[in-house]
Structures are given as structure tokens and as C-alpha cells.
């Protein structure tokens, strides 16, 4: 039973818009969230991260929201560029604990279409 | 530039044969990590090592075997018993273990086909 879901593996946005990537997850103990970013051929790199404290944190074109209640957070980009096309990688822990404990998502494969 | 090197890129190996894949990081990092991707699904850890001549298993460690004799190094060996070896693996490593302070670094992989 997957704890952290991307339930989409594909998406595609036109260059310019906004991208949203989702992320559920299932463990309520989950406070600490990050997103990777992987291009082909490459390893991933990170982008992002919130703790739940906050319940949106941004830098540059990039926000996580996230919602507790809902064990529901989401990467929004804005503006899309070519260049945001990758697969990303949401990941889950409990804050502080050491990452053997980070779960990470199935990823999801975002196109930026100019 | 500082980073972490995987080495080779492909491997090509018949089923029976053990298999060692290297990973070097030259960022002086403490903990290290080998990650396996399989498709349609996230990244699974294999093995941690929190500091020299120390490493634990991780969730999908069977068939597998690590060491950390220096900082910088921290070698994966796929055995014969690892039932389903093809796949990309991923060496990662962080300043310390703890994932709130500390971003995973991933090297760019090594994609291994057993036939």
C-alpha cells in the first residue's frame, strides 16, 4: 500500500501556464514534505520543501501548498517553461527523522509544451 | 565542482553473476544512500550508511550488500540472490541523516540489465 500518491503520471501544460502536480498521502504522522525534480538520464535534484507549520512556503515560480487535513499537498509552477519538463517526485517524512524513514511518491511526468 | 559520481552509466551482466556498482562523493558528506527505481513507482531504499564503517538496511535490502570503508565511497554489490536485479539504481548522500535539514544529493544513476 503505496503511503505517498502521485495519481497522476503524466501531465501536460502549455508553455507559459500554470502547472499544477498533486501528491496524497496516507500517514498522518507525515509533517515534513519535499519535491525532486528528475531529468532524463540524470538523478534527481531538490526543488522544494514544506514543513507543516506552514501551509505554503514559494521560491521563484515555484509553491507548495499544503493541506493537513486533506493529507494533500501540491507544486504549483507558474509561469511553465520548456525547461520545468521533467518527473517530479514528491517524498514524506516525520520531521527530524533520518531518511531512511522518507517515503516518496510514484513521480509524475510533466510536459511543457512551447 | 562538487558531486556525486556513478559509475558505469549501463551494466550489462547474466543472470548468476554478482555485480558491484561504484559511488563516489567528493561534497563531505556523512550519510549515503542507494535508492532502486522500478517503473511506476517511487524510489525504494536499499541500504544507509550514517558514517564510515557503519550502514543499515533499508526496506528492499535482500540481495544486496554495501560497505563504507571510506567517507567518500560507499560501493552497491547486486548479488545472485537478488531475484529481480534489473533496474536503476540511484546513489544519493546528505550532510547528515536527518531529512529537515539535510536535501538528498543523487548521483545520475546506473541502469543495470540482467539477462
Known amino acids: 500500500d503505496q503511503q505517498v500518491k502521485q495519481n497522476s503520471p503524466s501531465l501536460s501544460v502549455q508553455e507559459g501556464r500554470i502547472s499544477i502536480l498533486n501528491c496524497d498521502y496516507t500517514?498522518?504522522?507525515?509533517?515534513?514534505f519535499l519535491w525532486y525534480k528528475k531529468y532524463p538520464a540524470e538523478g534527481p535534484t531538490f526543488l522544494i520543501s514544506?514543513?507543516?507549520?506552514?501551509d505554503k512556503n514559494e521560491d521563484g515560480r515555484f509553491t507548495v501548498f499544503l493541506n493537513k487535513s486533506a493529507k494533500h499537498l501540491s507544486l504549483h509552477i507558474v509561469p511553465s517553461q520548456p525547461g520545468d519538463s521533467a518527473v517530479y517526485f514528491c517524498?514524506?517524512?516525520?520531521?527530524?527523522?533520518?531518511?531512511?524513514?522518507?517515503?516518496f511518491g510514484p513521480g509524475t511526468s510533466l510536459s511543457v509544451i512551447p | 565542482d562538487g558531486g556525486i559520481t556513478q559509475s558505469p552509466k549501463y551494466l550489462f551482466r547474466k543472470e548468476g553473476q554478482n555485480v558491484t556498482l561504484s559511488c563516489e562523493q567528493n561534497?563531505?558528506?556523512?550519510?549515503m544512500y542507494w535508492y532502486r527505481q522500478d517503473p511506476g513507482q517511487g524510489l525504494r531504499l536499499i541500504y544507509y550508511s550514517q558514517i564510515v564503517n557503519d550502514f543499515q538496511k533499508g526496506d528492499i535490502a535482500e540481495g544486496y550488500s554495501v560497505s563504507r570503508e571510506k567517507k567518500e565511497s560507499f560501493p552497491l554489490t547486486v548479488t545472485s540472490a537478488q531475484k529481480n536485479p534489473t533496474a536503476f539504481y540511484l546513489c544519493?548522500?546528505?550532510?547528515?541523516?536527518?531529512?529537515?535539514?539535510?536535501?538528498?544529493?543523487f548521483g545520475n544513476g546506473t541502469r543495470l540489465t540482467v539477462t
Open positions: 517524498a514524506a517524512s516525520a520531521s527530524e527523522t533520518s531518511y531512511d524513514k522518507v517515503i
Open positions: 514544506i514543513s507543516s507549520i506552514k
Open positions: 561534497l563531505n558528506h556523512d550519510a
Open positions: 544519493a548522500s546528505s550532510m547528515t541523516a536527518e531529512s529537515y535539514n539535510s536535501p538528498l544529493h
Open positions: 500517514n498522518s504522522m507525515f509533517d515534513y
